[in-house]
């Protein structure tokens, strides 16, 4: 039972407009929340992470938003660059638990 | 510089052969995981270790083994392939159980024709 969901497989964006990337989780256990990206051929890179504690973490052009009651969250990129072009990877845990991770948003930044 | 190191990157090989694919990490860190992915799909957590000689199986079933002799190694072995094995093979570690990122190896495809 898949329970982190990223229920859009793609997105294109226009170079300088804002990318957003969806996740949703059904584990209420879950309390700590990452965000991915893997290039093609290339193991997954860590980008941001947001606590059950806080609703918003920001780093530079990438911020994740978190709504605990809808059990969603969301990474935002302002402005995307055609180098974000790669798979984004929502990932979830609990206590002491390994990493449920999301099939994936493949991003396509255009010029 | 402190990295996690996955070889090979590329291995295609026949129905029934036994293969290992190796992991090594250089952080000093405690845990270590085995993820398999497929194309479009997620990572599926296969096998897991807290620490030397401590393994454990994930939650995707997988006729793979795994060992933890010692801290910077964690070699997974498949004793006859098969074309269903087919798949991306992501080996991972970390400081403690998902409380900070992990540190992903480059990862190994592997073909079994």
């Known amino acids: 039972d898949q329970q982190v969901k990223q229920n859009s497989p793609s997105l294109s964006v226009q170079e300088g407009r804002i990318s957003i990337l969806n996740c949703d989780y059904t584990?209420?256990?879950?309390?700590?929340f990452l965000w991915y990206k893997k290039y093609p051929a290339e193991g997954p890179t860590f980008l941001i992470s947001i606590s059950s504690i806080k609703d918003k973490n920001e780093d530079g052009r990438f911020t994740v938003f978190l709504n605990k009651s809808a059990k969603h969250l969301s990474l935002h990129i302002v402005p995307s660059q055609p180098g974000d072009s790669a798979v984004y990877f929502c990932a979830a845990s609990g206590d002491g638990y390994a990493l449920n991770f999301g099939k994936g948003t493949s991003l396509l930044v255009t010029p | 510089e402190a990295d996690i190191y996955q070889t090979p990157r590329y291995l295609v090989i026949g129905t029934g052969k036994k293969i290992t694919l190796e992991c090594s990490q250089t952080?000093?860190?405690?845990?270590m995981y085995w993820y398999q992915q497929d194309p479009g799909m997620e990572l599926h957590l296969i096998h897991y270790?807290?620490?030397?000689?401590?393994?454990e199986k994930g939650d995707l079933s997988s006729e793979s083994t795994v060992s933890r002799i010692r801290t910077e190694h964690f070699p997974l072995t498949l004793e006859s392939a098969r074309p269903s094995h087919t798949s991306q093979y992501l080996c991972a570690s970390s400081e403690s159980g998902g409380r900070v990122g992990y540190t992903f190896g480059s990862g190994t495809r592997l073909t079994v024709v």
């Open positions: 952080m000093g860190h405690d845990k």
């Open positions: 584990n209420s256990m879950f309390d700590y």
């Open positions: 270790s807290y620490g030397v000689n401590s393994t």
